[in-house]
């Protein structure tokens, strides 16, 4: 039998030996590569959950509904659904569950609210008043929350000094019934309301402990009215104050 490879010259075998290997090593190069660019491709994920402490569930017979349930997917989005579970019960008392059945319900409502850090009118008092919004936050029956407090290093004098305030549907809000007994004319407000406790050093009869409040936000200027004097709610506005978005 013919054998071609004897018939090669010593630096022939040699060069057809070096591209062979050559070969071999950038294919190998090439899988590791691939193999490591597959690994930054990776996107991060989040563990996916539902949050049922912040849905509203009732009960009735063998039948539980949760209405705005929130539930976080693996990218970290907060999707809402609406849930009906069914359960059948055993002649011993042993329950199982006979049907569970879901729909997409509306996401709830954020306004025009902006997170960050806002600064209040020089001409209040003396130092800076710097106020940190924070939100959304997920709150019970689909409303969003929302909460400001001082920031480190604003002046004492800084007020309110801290707040939380709820966005949606008022009847959802847990100071419907309070908003609603101090006479306010919700039809005539997009105002959010919510409740407020003063500075370090501006108690005043405006802006008291747990005093009600409507905040409301047009770009980058966010408003706070007080609706209670010392302890008392009002049907209108006793004072407020407008903070702007820093840059």
């Known amino acids: 039998m013919f054998n071609f490879t004897r ?8 060069l057809s030996g070096a591209i062979i290997f050559c070969a071999i090593a950038y294919t190998a190069n090439a899988q590791t590569k691939e193999s490591s660019l597959g690994q930054i491709a990776s996107p991060a994920t989040t563990t996916p959950s539902a ?18 349930v929130p539930v976080v997917t693996s990218t970290g989005a907060i999707i809402y659904q609406n849930i009906t579970i069914q359960f059948d019960v055993s002649a011993s008392g042993a329950l199982t569950v006979a049907s569970l059945v879901t729909a997409p319900a509306p996401t709830p409502v954020i306004s025009s609210f902006q997170a960050g850090e806002y600064v209040g009118p020089s001409t ?28 480190s290093g604003a002046s004492c004098n800084t007020y309110p000094g801290t707040a939380t305030w709820y966005v949606g549907n008022l009847a959802d809000s847990p100071l ?11 039809t005539a407000t997009t105002m959010s309301f919510g409740v407020a406790s003063p500075g370090a050093c501006y ?8 005093t009600l409040i409507g905040v409301s936000q047009v770009k980058n200027t966010l408003t ?13 506005p006793l004072d407020q104050i407008t903070y702007t978005l820093k840059p």
Do not use: M
Not at 129 to 149: D, F
Not at 176 to 186: E, F, L, P, Q
Not at 203 to 210: A, F, G, R
Not at 224 to 236: E, L, M, P, Q, R
């Open 51 to 68: 949050l049922f402490q912040f849905a509203t569930l009732t009960g009735s017979g063998t039948t539980i509904t949760g209405v705005l």
């Open 203 to 210: 108690p005043s009869l405006d802006w008291y402990t747990d």
């Open 176 to 186: 419907a019934a309070r908003v609603k007994a101090a006479g306010i004319n919700t």
């Open 224 to 236: 706070i009215v007080s609706f209670t004097y010392y302890g008392t709610d009002k049907s209108a």
């Open 7 to 14: 018939r090669l010259s010593p630096n022939l075998t040699r």
């Open 124 to 151: 209040i008092n003396s130092g800076e008043n710097i106020i940190n919004v924070s939100g959304p936050g997920v709150a019970t029956g689909g409303i969003t929350e929302w909460s400001l407090a001082a920031a």
